[in-house]
């Protein structure tokens, strides 16, 4: 295991680090001898160092399954074949299904594998330990075979799309210039992709992050590299505002992060998630880890008797299981649950931030200004996904209140912008709040109990998000940059490659499947993971009932208006007979990339949770997710274990489904057939379109609330500068200047007036003996003579007797 | 009235009247002369004082070397009618005037100390330890023979000082002293064993007898520099 | 018998007046250096007079001898500037080299 261990961390570090090179040597580019902004050596750099990275993170899967005997697939399927232990989980029992269907879990579960170990040491200041770690599991590695495979489809896509900045002199047609002009600068194809490497190192550091802290580098590490990319068009006011709005917002949520971040190492004393191994001498140390300490080795959460202190486990037995100190023990640390509530809820405002999820969902949208390729690789499929990440890495150290929020933050998350896209007439947008959506998806399926739920739809979404992506990029590369859906149209003859793999990726999110087998897209088996996980939650649960309804509801609106963007965009009669004479297929750069991840947008959840994708992640979750918690006990609510979710999938599941094929049905009424009007239903419903078209009306919420009064603030602030500060330095310098004058008299008259003297006295006593200096060598001895002479008299008269 | 008072006058004469004449010609020549016989004279002086070498030297150096330099420097430069430069009467009265007074004040310094009386500074006691002869050569100074102690001293050996040697009569451990020089030793014919303690020895002159030497060394580099010949200015 | 001291100590001081009187009346830079070894054999003279009547023993006869010596180097160098000043001034008057007054 040590080996392996070792193996994965060489393997995984190389394709991490890779990026990072590539990013220093691309960065420098212009500056080598023959750089040419005409050349694409920077993209195949680029490729070749994610590529790489992508080859290495499969051989660490194949290295990992081999070394663990592929485990992780082999695991039976918990509610099939599980022998019931009614006595020991009893409160699955409460939810009426048959004891076969039961099992406990953690008897037949294989053992998770855990990796982790320092990379290097950054630096100590007392206790707090600050260093580069890894934590490899199953999940770290599908993370890590998903972002190198996503991110180098794209790059490749992003050597056709980016073509046009190969030149010395780029014009920037949105951009205009006093005279009315257009803006002119050199091309950036070197830049672009110099930063896209930068963001994939972040992203890979991110996920190999072995302690909080580590995270909390990268999380800013990815930020700063999505605020360079958005403003990567930087003389578009719109990005540049764009770029500072996305960054802004997101220090709200990381505000939240370090607060948790102080929490826990005051409570906690360590940053590491996993247990550190410490050689000292020849006595092995081991530290417990923040997981360890709060959930020890089956999951439970041990608190004091008045359920007030959450008691943490730091001192490990002879069989490695991990204790409560004693009472009396000096190295006993507890924590109040309120405080470990509000750690919990700090850290998730980070990934609400990251993730764009309600209330701070409101830079994603703007954050589109990027270049398209961006929009795909950083803001639908890998960096808003950390935050999901996060919180699946993250999710020992939340206790079901914190949960409870976030499932309500994702629930609304979701709804708000489903109804968004429904308006929404920009191609990128509609992606952009879909994006918010699913992302609220997850946040809710984690929130509602269903770990591996919540990151299946990670993946699966990571896929055909990506793939929606660039098929919008290639749609605009052919438009020459027309984003509006409402010049679109009938683009399905012009671009069939494009289309029809954009329907793929429509499909995938709507979630559809052939009813009665298992024949289906990604999108249906990670959506109805998440409602059935939602469904079980709520039958536990009753006062919750929004959690399923919802999602539900939203399910169907991401099918409606999926199917809109596709049918306004592919179908129907060209709105603009001019754009539409100039459109074209994208070149094999660009589609190539579309094939490959429409194959994986269609077929990677294959299986769906008896599939390899969902085993392997569900290989880590972490102790005491598959028991569930029951409520009655300590907590207010309770969470779904696995028999009780795997119980509600068939209703899930085809409430799911009917729901995504009256959404498609209502749009191809619509949009597809024609039959309704879609400006009737606009007029009928002015107000609420309105209201959607708006966003909600957060951006302007948000400029009453807080734009607004910051500026009043500053103005207030201005003005105390302006006359109570600058008078009084004004005074200060007027006071200095009067002294001076007076300074300047006494100096002239006074001190002039000695030094003059005794300068002029010394020059007329100089002018007097000049005289006695004839140069006559005679005159000079006789005065020595003279003055011996002088001298002796003066001696005799003086001491007359000796 | 001995021969030795007899010469001393006679000389004593001779250099005070070659000084004032030196001081009181006015042809360069005249003084040349003049200084050669004031500076012979003076050499007796010495050798009637017991210096001998000191004054073979003044002999040798002075009046045969320098004077003889001198006297070419006058050839050299006293051509003609510049033999004579004459200097004004003002100027001679007022030298004679200083120079008056000035003997005045050395010679009534020099009377004003009782050479000779019970109050004045005793020979005997000024004479000290060296007042006897000793075997082996080593006179005190006031005999004369001062050869081999100067070349000594220029050797950094002070045999005058060190060599305590006294009368056979007194025999003590103080006299049977050594002269003890770490890594020499001077074992003289007849002489004591050594000494239980070291004695710390007078300082010689081996340094500035070598500085002095770079010294005429240097002069002599210099002065041949500064003689050179050169272009005369233009009249 | 020998004279005293203060015999040879008058002598002494009637040559070293005559060195100073000889250096302030002549304008010839010859006889000036004439003047400069005159005063010096006062002070050699004075040297070896008390090498014989004092303590100070051989030390007085060293230092006339290095009094000889450097009075030579004098003479040579002083001979010297001589030449060089004849060269320049076309005289040996030294009241003519009067450039540095003041």
């Known amino acids: ?802 | 009235m001995t021969a030795e008072i007899i010469l001393f006058w006679l000389f004593a004469f001779l250099t005070c009247a070659g000084a004032i004449m030196v001081a009181a010609s006015q042809n360069v020549v005249r003084m040349a002369f003049s200084l050669v016989l004031t500076l012979g004279s003076t050499a007796v002086l010495f050798l009637l004082l017991g210096a001998d070498f000191v004054g073979a030297t003044q002999l040798l150096v002075y009046v045969g070397g320098t004077l003889v330099l001198l006297v070419f420097g006058v050839m050299l430069t006293a051509t003609g009618p510049f033999t004579r430069i004459k200097s004004s009467p003002a100027d001679a009265i007022l030298s004679g005037l200083i120079g008056v007074v000035f003997l005045f004040i050395v010679a009534s310094t020099v009377t004003a100390v009782n050479w000779d009386g019970e109050n004045g500074i005793d020979q005997k006691i000024a004479m000290g330890a060296h007042a006897k002869a000793v075997e082996g050569g080593f006179n005190p100074t006031q005999q004369g023979n001062t050869t081999r102690p100067l070349g000594l001293s220029f050797l950094s050996l002070r045999a005058d000082r060190d060599l305590k040697l006294d009368l056979p009569k007194e025999s003590s451990a103080e006299t049977n002293t050594a002269p003890v020089v770490p890594g020499v030793s001077v074992v003289m014919p007849g002489v004591m064993p050594p000494p239980k303690s070291p004695v710390p020895l007078s300082t010689g002159y081996l340094l500035p007898f070598e500085i002095v030497s770079v010294h005429l060394l240097v002069v002599l580099v210099g002065a041949a520099y500064l003689a050179r010949t050169k272009r005369r200015a233009t009249t | 018998m020998q004279p005293t001291p203060d015999k040879f100590l008058f002598i002494s001081a009637v040559l070293f007046v005559c060195g100073v009187v000889c250096m302030t009346t002549k304008r010839n830079g010859i006889g000036i250096l004439m003047g400069v070894e005159l005063v010096l054999n006062a002070a050699n003279l004075n040297f070896i007079t008390f090498s014989r009547f004092t303590p100070l023993g051989l030390d007085g006869q060293v230092f006339s001898l290095f009094v000889i010596v450097l009075a030579a180097a004098e003479a040579a160098v002083a001979l010297a500037i001589a030449l060089n000043f004849y060269n320049n001034h076309l005289t040996i008057d030294v009241d003519r080299g009067d450039e540095l007054h003041g």
């Not at chain 1, 990251?354 to 589109?368: E, G, R, V």
């Not at chain 1, 179908?571 to 539409?580: E, F, I, M, V």
Request: hydrophobic share 50%; net charge negative.
């Open chain 1, 1 to 802: 295991m040590e080996s392996l261990g070792n193996k994965l961390s060489t393997l995984l570090a190389i394709a991490w680090l890779l990026p990072l090179f590539g990013f220093v040597v691309e960065v420098f580019a212009m500056s080598w001898p023959n750089a040419n902004r005409k050349s694409k050596a920077a993209a195949y750099f680029a490729i070749f160092c994610i590529g790489f990275g992508f080859v290495c993170s499969s051989i660490a899967f194949y290295e990992w399954g081999e070394g663990t005997d592929w485990a992780a697939f082999k695991a039976v399927d918990h509610g099939h074949s599980e022998v019931a232990n009614a006595a020991e989980h009893g409160e699955h029992a409460a939810t009426g299904h048959d004891d076969h269907e039961h099992k406990a879990a953690t008897h037949e579960t294989p053992k998770r594998t855990v990796f982790s170990g320092t990379f290097y040491n950054l630096a100590q200041f007392g206790n707090l330990k600050l260093s580069l770690d890894y934590y490899i599991d199953s999940l770290t590695l599908a993370m890590f075979v998903m972002v190198t495979l996503i991110a180098t489809c794209i790059h490749i896509f992003a050597t056709g799309y980016m073509a046009e900045e190969l030149v010395d002199d780029y014009v920037d047609h949105q951009v205009h210039t006093h005279d009315g002009g257009h803006f002119h600068r050199p091309g950036r194809f070197y830049k672009f992709f110099s930063y896209m490497s930068l963001f994939c190192f972040a992203m890979l550091g991110l996920v190999l992050a072995g302690n909080i802290f580590q995270v909390f580098i990268f999380w800013e590490l990815v930020g700063i590299c999505s605020y360079l990319l958005i403003g990567f068009y930087v003389e578009r006011h719109s990005a540049s505002t764009a770029a500072n709005k996305a960054f802004i917002v997101n220090r709200v949520g990381d505000f939240g992060f370090i607060i948790g971040l102080m929490i826990l190492w005051t409570s906690f004393g360590t940053f590491s998630f996993d247990d550190q191994h410490e050689v000292d001498g020849n006595v092995n140390k081991v530290t417990a880890g923040l997981f360890t300490m709060v959930r020890g080795h089956d999951g439970h959460l041990d608190r004091s008797s008045d359920g007030q202190t959450v008691l943490l486990k730091n001192e490990q037995d002879v069989n490695g299981e991990w204790h409560v100190r004693k009472e009396s023990d000096p190295g006993r640390k507890t924590i109040t649950y309120t405080l470990l509530i509000v750690a919990g809820l700090g850290v998730f405002g980070g990934c609400v931030g990251k993730s764009a999820q309600f209330p701070l969902q409101t830079w994603l949208p703007d954050a589109m200004e990027g270049p398209t390729p961006v929009s795909a690789l950083v803001h639908s499929a890998t960096m808003v996904a950390a935050g999901v990440y996060l919180a699946g890495r993250f999710y020992p150290m939340f206790v079901p209140e914190v949960l409870l929020t976030i499932a309500y933050v994702g629930c609304i998350t979701a709804f708000v912008g489903a109804t968004i896209a429904i308006v929404a007439t920009d191609i990128k947008k509609v992606l952009a709040y879909s994006t918010i959506s699913q992302l609220g998806y997850m946040m809710l399926g984690l929130g509602v109990g269903g770990w591996g739920a919540g990151l299946f739809h990670l993946v699966t979404h990571a896929c055909f998000k990506s793939l929606m992506f660039l098929c919008s990029g290639s749609v605009i590369a052919g438009c020459h940059h027309e984003q509006e859906m409402t010049k679109m149209g009938g683009l399905l003859r012009k671009m069939p490659i494009t289309a029809l793999t954009m329907l793929v990726g429509v499909m995938a999110i709507a979630g559809l499947a052939i009813p009665g087998t298992s024949i289906a897209f990604s999108g249906y088996h990670s959506k109805d993971a998440i409602l059935a996980t939602a469904l079980a939650y709520t039958k536990l649960n009753p006062i919750h009932f929004l959690l399923f309804l919802v999602p539900l509801l939203t399910a169907g609106i991401t099918s409606f208006y999926m199917f809109r963007l596709w049918f306004y965009t592919f179908l129907g009669k060209p709105r603009d007979q001019h754009l539409h004479e100039h459109v074209h297929e994208s070149p094999w750069e660009m589609t190539g990339p579309l094939l490959l991840l429409a194959v994986l947008a269609a077929g990677c959840a294959i299986g769906g949770e008896d599939g390899k994708l969902f085993k392997m992640l569900t290989f880590s979750e972490p102790v005491g997710v598959g028991q569930g918690v029951d409520g009655a006990a300590a907590h207010t609510v309770s969470l779904p274990g696995h028999a009780a979710i795997h119980a509600s999938h068939s209703t899930a599941g085809s409430a799911a489904l009917l729901a995504a094929f009256i959404g498609m049905s209502i749009s191809y009424l619509v949009y597809g057939k024609g039959v309704i009007n879609p400006a009737d239903i606009k007029r009928q419903a002015a107000s609420v379109h309105a209201f959607l078209a708006n966003k909600w009306g957060f951006d302007d919420l948000y400029d009453v609330m807080f734009v607004k009064p910051a500026h009043v603030v500053a103005k207030f602030a201005a003005a105390i500068d302006k006359f109570v500060f600058d008078e009084i330095l004004h005074t200060f310098v007027r006071m200095g200047i009067a002294v001076s004058k007076w300074d300047r008299k006494f100096d002239e008259g006074v001190i002039d007036g000695i030094v003059n003297l005794m300068g002029n006295s010394t020059y007329s006593l100089g002018i007097s003996l000049r005289n006695v200096q004839t140069g006559k060598i005679r005159q000079y001895v006789t005065f020595i003579a003279v003055s011996v002479v002088t001298l002796f008299v003066l001696l005799f008269a003086l001491y007359p007797k000796g």
